[in-house]
Protein backbone atom coordinates (compact mmCIF):
# COMPACT_ATOMS: atom_id res chain seq x y z
CA UNK A 1 0.00 0.00 0.00
CA UNK A 2 0.93 3.08 -1.33
CA UNK A 3 1.02 6.10 1.80
CA UNK A 4 2.38 9.96 1.23
CA UNK A 5 3.27 11.33 4.23
CA UNK A 6 4.13 15.25 5.08
CA UNK A 7 6.13 15.59 7.96
CA UNK A 8 6.49 19.51 9.60
CA UNK A 9 9.35 19.75 12.07
CA UNK A 10 9.57 22.70 14.05
CA UNK A 11 11.47 23.04 17.27
CA UNK A 12 14.38 20.95 19.05
CA UNK A 13 15.71 18.11 18.21
CA UNK A 14 14.60 16.02 20.96
CA UNK A 15 14.74 12.21 19.14
CA UNK A 16 14.74 10.83 16.06
CA UNK A 17 12.48 9.64 13.16
CA UNK A 18 13.12 6.18 10.93
CA UNK A 19 11.13 5.96 7.32
CA UNK A 20 10.86 2.49 6.45
CA UNK A 21 11.10 1.69 2.37
CA UNK A 22 10.24 5.50 1.31
CA UNK A 23 11.86 7.95 -0.89
CA UNK A 24 12.30 11.50 1.29
CA UNK A 25 12.15 14.85 -0.62
CA UNK A 26 11.48 18.61 1.26
CA UNK A 27 14.03 21.09 2.55
CA UNK A 28 15.08 21.14 6.41
CA UNK A 29 16.60 24.30 7.97
CA UNK A 30 18.71 23.80 11.17
CA UNK A 31 19.76 26.47 13.30
CA UNK A 32 22.19 25.91 16.40
CA UNK A 33 21.22 27.38 19.56
CA UNK A 34 23.91 26.41 21.53
CA UNK A 35 24.85 23.93 23.97
CA UNK A 36 24.53 21.10 20.94
CA UNK A 37 21.02 22.11 20.42
CA UNK A 38 19.74 23.15 16.58
CA UNK A 39 16.50 24.19 15.85
CA UNK A 40 14.91 22.90 12.86
CA UNK A 41 12.42 23.58 10.61
CA UNK A 42 10.98 23.03 7.29
CA UNK A 43 8.51 19.95 5.57
CA UNK A 44 9.72 16.44 4.71
CA UNK A 45 7.56 14.55 1.90
CA UNK A 46 7.58 10.88 2.23
CA UNK A 47 6.12 8.09 0.88
CA UNK A 48 5.85 4.58 2.52
CA UNK A 49 5.35 3.29 6.10
CA UNK A 50 6.50 5.88 8.96
CA UNK A 51 8.02 4.59 12.48
CA UNK A 52 9.39 6.46 15.65
CA UNK A 53 12.20 5.54 18.05
CA UNK A 54 13.78 7.17 21.02
CA UNK A 55 16.70 9.14 20.60
CA UNK A 56 20.52 8.16 21.88
CA UNK A 57 20.66 12.04 22.95
CA UNK A 58 19.60 13.11 26.23
CA UNK A 59 16.68 15.56 26.14
CA UNK A 60 17.54 19.25 26.46
CA UNK A 61 16.64 21.31 29.62
CA UNK A 62 14.78 23.69 27.18
CA UNK A 63 11.10 23.86 27.28
CA UNK A 64 10.75 23.45 23.30
CA UNK A 65 9.09 20.39 21.62
CA UNK A 66 9.78 18.66 18.54
CA UNK A 67 5.63 18.39 16.88
CA UNK A 68 5.06 16.28 13.74
CA UNK A 69 1.92 16.27 11.64
CA UNK A 70 0.74 13.92 9.10
CA UNK A 71 -1.47 13.02 6.40
CA UNK A 72 -2.09 9.86 5.32
CA UNK A 73 -4.54 8.91 2.43
CA UNK A 74 -4.19 5.04 1.74
CA UNK A 75 -4.55 4.02 -2.22
CA UNK A 76 -6.73 0.74 -3.02
CA UNK A 77 -6.95 -1.09 -6.20
CA UNK A 78 -10.75 -0.96 -7.41
CA UNK A 79 -12.29 -4.38 -7.35
CA UNK A 80 -13.28 -6.24 -10.49
CA UNK A 81 -16.56 -5.50 -11.34
CA UNK A 82 -19.06 -8.34 -12.27
CA UNK A 83 -20.28 -7.87 -15.99
CA UNK A 84 -22.32 -10.51 -16.63
CA UNK A 85 -23.59 -14.31 -15.33
CA UNK A 86 -25.35 -17.40 -16.63
CA UNK A 87 -27.93 -19.49 -14.99
CA UNK A 88 -29.29 -22.75 -16.17
CA UNK A 89 -31.57 -25.55 -14.29
CA UNK A 90 -31.63 -28.97 -15.34
CA UNK A 91 -33.13 -30.95 -15.52
CA UNK A 92 -36.34 -28.60 -17.52
CA UNK A 93 -38.96 -28.81 -17.82
CA UNK A 94 -38.92 -30.95 -14.57
CA UNK A 95 -41.70 -32.38 -12.45
CA UNK A 96 -43.54 -31.78 -8.75
CA UNK A 97 -40.75 -33.31 -6.20
CA UNK A 98 -37.82 -33.71 -8.99
CA UNK A 99 -34.46 -32.13 -7.70
CA UNK A 100 -33.64 -29.49 -9.96
CA UNK A 101 -29.62 -28.19 -9.79
CA UNK A 102 -29.49 -24.43 -10.51
CA UNK A 103 -26.06 -23.52 -11.42
CA UNK A 104 -23.70 -21.17 -13.59
CA UNK A 105 -20.98 -18.89 -13.32
CA UNK A 106 -20.22 -15.13 -12.65
CA UNK A 107 -17.88 -13.31 -15.13
CA UNK A 108 -16.08 -10.15 -14.38
CA UNK A 109 -15.57 -7.50 -16.94
CA UNK A 110 -11.82 -9.19 -17.86
CA UNK A 111 -14.22 -12.51 -19.08
CA UNK A 112 -12.69 -13.89 -16.19
CA UNK A 113 -14.81 -16.13 -13.31
CA UNK A 114 -15.73 -14.30 -10.54
CA UNK A 115 -13.94 -16.02 -7.21
CA UNK A 116 -15.80 -16.35 -4.45
CA UNK A 117 -18.62 -14.19 -5.42
CA UNK A 118 -21.68 -13.27 -3.30
CA UNK A 119 -25.27 -13.95 -5.58
CA UNK A 120 -28.45 -14.22 -3.81
CA UNK A 121 -31.00 -16.20 -5.78
CA UNK A 122 -34.58 -15.15 -6.00
CA UNK A 123 -37.82 -17.72 -6.94
CA UNK A 124 -36.33 -21.26 -5.07
CA UNK A 125 -39.68 -22.72 -3.32
CA UNK A 126 -37.67 -23.19 -0.10
CA UNK A 127 -36.81 -19.44 0.07
CA UNK A 128 -38.76 -17.21 -1.81
CA UNK A 129 -36.99 -14.04 0.03
CA UNK A 130 -34.26 -15.36 -1.56
CA UNK A 131 -30.92 -17.19 -0.94
CA UNK A 132 -27.29 -16.26 -1.14
CA UNK A 133 -24.55 -18.46 -1.98
CA UNK A 134 -21.01 -17.85 -3.13
CA UNK A 135 -19.25 -18.63 -6.39
CA UNK A 136 -16.02 -20.67 -6.19
CA UNK A 137 -12.75 -20.26 -6.96
CA UNK A 138 -13.60 -20.30 -10.58
CA UNK A 139 -17.06 -18.04 -10.61
CA UNK A 140 -19.45 -20.85 -10.40
CA UNK A 141 -22.27 -21.55 -8.31
CA UNK A 142 -24.07 -24.32 -7.65
CA UNK A 143 -27.69 -24.94 -5.68
CA UNK A 144 -30.75 -27.40 -5.38
CA UNK A 145 -34.38 -27.19 -5.65
CA UNK A 146 -37.57 -29.04 -6.09
CA UNK A 147 -41.26 -27.50 -6.84
CA UNK A 148 -44.22 -29.01 -5.95
CA UNK A 149 -46.90 -27.82 -8.14
CA UNK A 150 -46.79 -27.89 -11.93
CA UNK A 151 -46.44 -24.73 -13.60
CA UNK A 152 -43.46 -22.10 -14.84
CA UNK A 153 -41.65 -20.40 -12.45
CA UNK A 154 -39.06 -17.64 -12.41
CA UNK A 155 -35.37 -18.16 -11.05
CA UNK A 156 -32.79 -14.45 -10.77
CA UNK A 157 -29.77 -14.60 -10.18
CA UNK A 158 -27.90 -11.71 -8.98
CA UNK A 159 -25.31 -9.85 -7.26
CA UNK A 160 -26.81 -6.67 -6.50
CA UNK A 161 -25.44 -4.88 -9.80
CA UNK A 162 -26.87 -7.13 -12.38
CA UNK A 163 -29.20 -10.11 -12.73
CA UNK A 164 -29.72 -12.75 -15.16
CA UNK A 165 -33.36 -14.82 -14.81
CA UNK A 166 -34.09 -18.14 -16.13
CA UNK A 167 -37.70 -20.14 -16.26
CA UNK A 168 -37.90 -23.49 -14.48
CA UNK A 169 -40.80 -25.21 -15.78
CA UNK A 170 -42.94 -28.06 -13.99
CA UNK A 171 -45.05 -29.97 -16.19
CA UNK A 172 -47.03 -33.01 -14.39
CA UNK A 173 -47.49 -33.97 -18.21
CA UNK A 174 -45.52 -37.11 -20.50
CA UNK A 175 -42.65 -35.93 -21.74
CA UNK A 176 -42.37 -38.13 -24.30
CA UNK A 177 -41.25 -36.57 -27.48
CA UNK A 178 -44.16 -35.49 -29.72
CA UNK A 179 -44.74 -33.27 -32.82
CA UNK A 180 -47.33 -30.34 -32.61
CA UNK A 181 -47.96 -27.75 -34.90
CA UNK A 182 -46.57 -24.82 -36.12
CA UNK A 183 -46.40 -22.10 -39.16
CA UNK A 184 -44.40 -23.52 -41.96
CA UNK A 185 -41.51 -21.35 -42.65
CA UNK A 186 -42.36 -18.76 -45.00
CA UNK A 187 -38.18 -18.65 -46.44
CA UNK A 188 -37.07 -20.18 -49.62
CA UNK A 189 -33.57 -21.62 -51.02
CA UNK A 190 -32.58 -22.44 -47.64
CA UNK A 191 -28.28 -23.37 -47.45
CA UNK A 192 -26.21 -24.20 -44.48
CA UNK A 193 -22.54 -23.34 -43.91
CA UNK A 194 -19.77 -24.40 -41.37
CA UNK A 195 -16.80 -22.14 -40.52
CA UNK A 196 -15.48 -19.24 -42.26
CA UNK A 197 -17.18 -20.37 -45.63
CA UNK A 198 -20.48 -18.73 -43.70
CA UNK A 199 -21.32 -15.47 -45.44
CA UNK A 200 -20.80 -12.62 -42.88
CA UNK A 201 -23.64 -11.36 -41.91
CA UNK A 202 -22.41 -8.10 -39.68
CA UNK A 203 -19.93 -5.40 -40.34
CA UNK A 204 -17.07 -4.81 -37.62
CA UNK A 205 -18.54 -2.46 -35.18
CA UNK A 206 -22.38 -3.26 -35.57
CA UNK A 207 -24.52 -3.31 -32.22
CA UNK A 208 -28.03 -3.96 -32.03
CA UNK A 209 -30.60 -1.69 -31.14
CA UNK A 210 -33.09 -4.64 -29.72
CA UNK A 211 -30.41 -6.09 -27.56
CA UNK A 212 -30.86 -4.67 -23.38
CA UNK A 213 -27.18 -5.18 -23.06
CA UNK A 214 -25.73 -4.87 -26.87
CA UNK A 215 -22.26 -6.22 -27.53
CA UNK A 216 -19.77 -4.44 -30.29
CA UNK A 217 -19.56 -7.00 -33.07
CA UNK A 218 -15.33 -7.86 -34.17
CA UNK A 219 -14.45 -10.68 -36.34
CA UNK A 220 -11.42 -10.96 -34.13
CA UNK A 221 -13.70 -11.61 -31.05
CA UNK A 222 -16.22 -13.71 -32.65
CA UNK A 223 -15.36 -16.37 -34.88
CA UNK A 224 -17.62 -17.95 -37.30
CA UNK A 225 -18.50 -21.66 -36.72
CA UNK A 226 -21.97 -21.71 -38.64
CA UNK A 227 -24.59 -20.17 -40.67
CA UNK A 228 -27.96 -19.97 -42.82
CA UNK A 229 -28.82 -17.68 -46.20
CA UNK A 230 -32.26 -18.07 -47.50
CA UNK A 231 -34.93 -15.76 -49.00
CA UNK A 232 -37.89 -14.26 -46.87
CA UNK A 233 -40.43 -11.91 -48.15
CA UNK A 234 -38.24 -11.45 -51.71
CA UNK A 235 -35.18 -10.66 -49.94
CA UNK A 236 -32.22 -12.62 -49.02
CA UNK A 237 -31.17 -13.32 -45.34
CA UNK A 238 -28.24 -14.43 -43.68
CA UNK A 239 -28.29 -16.33 -40.56
CA UNK A 240 -24.42 -16.66 -38.47
CA UNK A 241 -23.85 -18.25 -35.76
CA UNK A 242 -20.03 -16.98 -33.86
CA UNK A 243 -18.52 -18.33 -30.89
CA UNK A 244 -16.32 -16.36 -28.19
CA UNK A 245 -14.49 -18.52 -26.16
CA UNK A 246 -14.64 -19.08 -23.05
CA UNK A 247 -18.24 -17.11 -23.24
CA UNK A 248 -20.26 -18.88 -25.58
CA UNK A 249 -22.29 -18.48 -28.73
CA UNK A 250 -23.83 -15.33 -30.26
CA UNK A 251 -25.84 -14.77 -32.82
CA UNK A 252 -26.05 -12.29 -35.99
CA UNK A 253 -28.81 -11.53 -38.89
CA UNK A 254 -28.68 -9.73 -41.51
CA UNK A 255 -31.81 -8.95 -43.76
CA UNK A 256 -31.77 -7.39 -47.30
CA UNK A 257 -28.56 -6.03 -47.08
CA UNK A 258 -28.97 -4.54 -43.85
CA UNK A 259 -27.64 -5.81 -40.13
CA UNK A 260 -30.45 -6.24 -37.90
CA UNK A 261 -29.58 -8.34 -34.64
CA UNK A 262 -26.48 -9.11 -33.02
CA UNK A 263 -26.46 -10.98 -29.20
CA UNK A 264 -26.04 -13.68 -27.37
CA UNK A 265 -28.19 -16.65 -27.51
CA UNK A 266 -30.72 -18.48 -24.64
CA UNK A 267 -27.81 -20.29 -23.29
CA UNK A 268 -23.89 -20.14 -23.46
CA UNK A 269 -24.55 -23.66 -25.56
CA UNK A 270 -27.67 -24.72 -27.91
CA UNK A 271 -29.70 -25.70 -30.59
CA UNK A 272 -30.93 -24.82 -33.90
CA UNK A 273 -34.84 -26.24 -33.27
CA UNK A 274 -37.05 -25.14 -36.03
CA UNK A 275 -37.85 -22.41 -38.44
CA UNK A 276 -41.28 -21.32 -38.76
CA UNK A 277 -42.88 -18.44 -39.94
CA UNK A 278 -40.33 -15.64 -40.29
CA UNK A 279 -38.40 -16.81 -36.69
CA UNK A 280 -36.04 -19.23 -36.67
CA UNK A 281 -35.89 -21.12 -32.80
CA UNK A 282 -33.09 -21.64 -31.49
CA UNK A 283 -32.48 -23.86 -27.56
CA UNK A 284 -31.53 -25.69 -25.08
CA UNK A 285 -34.34 -27.76 -23.73
CA UNK A 286 -32.23 -29.82 -21.36
CA UNK A 287 -31.85 -26.25 -19.16
CA UNK A 288 -35.40 -25.07 -20.27
CA UNK A 289 -33.46 -21.51 -22.39
CA UNK A 290 -35.42 -20.82 -25.30
CA UNK A 291 -35.38 -17.91 -28.06
CA UNK A 292 -36.86 -17.42 -31.05
CA UNK A 293 -35.72 -14.44 -33.72
CA UNK A 294 -37.49 -12.29 -36.83
CA UNK A 295 -35.21 -13.08 -39.82
CA UNK A 296 -36.96 -10.37 -41.54
CA UNK A 297 -36.84 -7.66 -38.18
CA UNK A 298 -34.33 -9.16 -36.01
CA UNK A 299 -37.22 -8.98 -33.13
CA UNK A 300 -36.14 -11.17 -29.65
CA UNK A 301 -38.93 -13.25 -28.12
CA UNK A 302 -37.44 -14.35 -25.10
CA UNK A 303 -40.64 -15.37 -23.27
CA UNK A 304 -40.02 -19.52 -22.47
CA UNK A 305 -44.01 -19.88 -23.20
CA UNK A 306 -43.84 -18.29 -26.55
CA UNK A 307 -41.28 -19.36 -27.78
CA UNK A 308 -42.18 -23.12 -26.40
CA UNK A 309 -45.48 -22.72 -28.55
CA UNK A 310 -42.77 -22.00 -31.56
CA UNK A 311 -40.31 -25.12 -31.16
CA UNK A 312 -42.71 -27.82 -33.47
CA UNK A 313 -42.34 -30.22 -30.64
CA UNK A 314 -42.85 -31.45 -27.01
CA UNK A 315 -40.71 -33.18 -24.66
CA UNK A 316 -37.24 -32.55 -22.77
CA UNK A 317 -34.89 -33.88 -25.75
CA UNK A 318 -33.72 -32.36 -28.93
CA UNK A 319 -35.31 -33.31 -32.95
CA UNK A 320 -33.06 -35.64 -34.78
CA UNK A 321 -32.85 -32.62 -37.32
CA UNK A 322 -33.97 -28.80 -37.83
CA UNK A 323 -37.76 -28.75 -38.06
CA UNK A 324 -39.39 -26.63 -40.94
CA UNK A 325 -37.06 -27.25 -43.85
CA UNK A 326 -39.24 -29.74 -45.54
CA UNK A 327 -37.01 -30.13 -48.31
CA UNK A 328 -33.24 -30.50 -46.50
CA UNK A 329 -31.98 -32.01 -43.47
CA UNK A 330 -29.38 -30.20 -41.29
CA UNK A 331 -28.21 -31.25 -37.43
CA UNK A 332 -29.81 -29.25 -35.13
CA UNK A 333 -26.35 -29.07 -33.12
CA UNK A 334 -24.47 -26.04 -34.02
CA UNK A 335 -20.52 -27.24 -34.77
CA UNK A 336 -17.75 -26.04 -32.68
CA UNK A 337 -14.89 -23.86 -33.53
CA UNK A 338 -13.34 -26.67 -35.03
CA UNK A 339 -16.22 -27.29 -37.29
CA UNK A 340 -17.52 -30.52 -35.76
Known amino acids: ?44 HTSGTLTSSSSSIPPSSSSSNASAGSSITPSSTAPQQVAKMTV ?36 LPHDPTGTTIYTNASGQYQITAKWSQPGTYLVSVGDGMVSWQTHVVVDAASSSESATSTPPFAGQQVQRFIGQHTPQALPN ?19 RVEGFTGILDGHPFVLDFYQDYPVGLFVGISYNGHPIYFGSG ?10 TGTDVVLGMPSAGAYMALNLVTGRPIVSTREVVAL ?30
Open 205 to 223: GFESSSVPSPHTFSIQTYH
Open 311 to 340: KGYSGLTVPSHILGLPTVTYPVDIPDGAGN
Open 266 to 275: PAPVFDVLNF
Open 88 to 123: TALPNPTTPQQTTTISGTVYLTNNQGAPHAKVTILG
Open 1 to 44: MNIRHSLILSGVIMGSVALAGCGVTGQLTATPTGHGNYTVSGTV
